[in-house]
Nanobody, 117 residues
Framework: QVQLVESGGGLVQPGGSLRLSCAVS????????MGWYRQAPGKKRELVAR???????NYADSVKGRFTYSRDNAKNTVYLQMNSLKPEDTAVYYC???????????WGQGTQVTVSS
């Protein structure tokens, strides 16, 4: 059973930083693509950062230069380092994976990030 479990969310002041983690388990085939999405109250879920292929990471324009996607294959964990956080970054952040072969879409349960003074 494939599981994606996020952690690392919380309350942070504007200008602060957080690092989100997504622990991945249960996939026999690995993932063709992995990424982070977010959903703010009353808004649609949107892409934050997504890696597919070898070394290509796509970022939303609103987070470029502030957020960084990374992955530790030995720990089966992906990360989202978020710097210079703004109130408009407040949302529930979700980890996503598209499995090799089946191309099934898997989501974590989400972690709340609140940026407020």
């Amino acid at each position: 059973q494939v599981q994606l479990v996020e952690s690392g969310g919380g309350l942070v002041q504007p200008g602060g930083s957080l690092r989100l983690s997504c622990a991945v388990s249960g996939s026999r085939f690995g993932f063709a693509a992995m990424g982070w999405y977010r959903q703010a109250p009353g808004k649609k879920r949107e892409l934050v950062a997504r890696k597919s292929g070898e070394d290509i990471v796509n970022y939303a324009d609103s987070v470029k230069g502030r957020f960084t996607y990374s992955r530790d294959n030995a720990k089966n964990t992906v990360y989202l380092q978020m710097n210079s956080l703004k109130p408009e970054d407040t949302a529930v952040y979700y980890c996503n994976g598209v499995e090799n072969g089946s191309f099934m879409n898997y989501w974590g349960q989400g972690t709340q990030v609140t940026v407020s003074s």
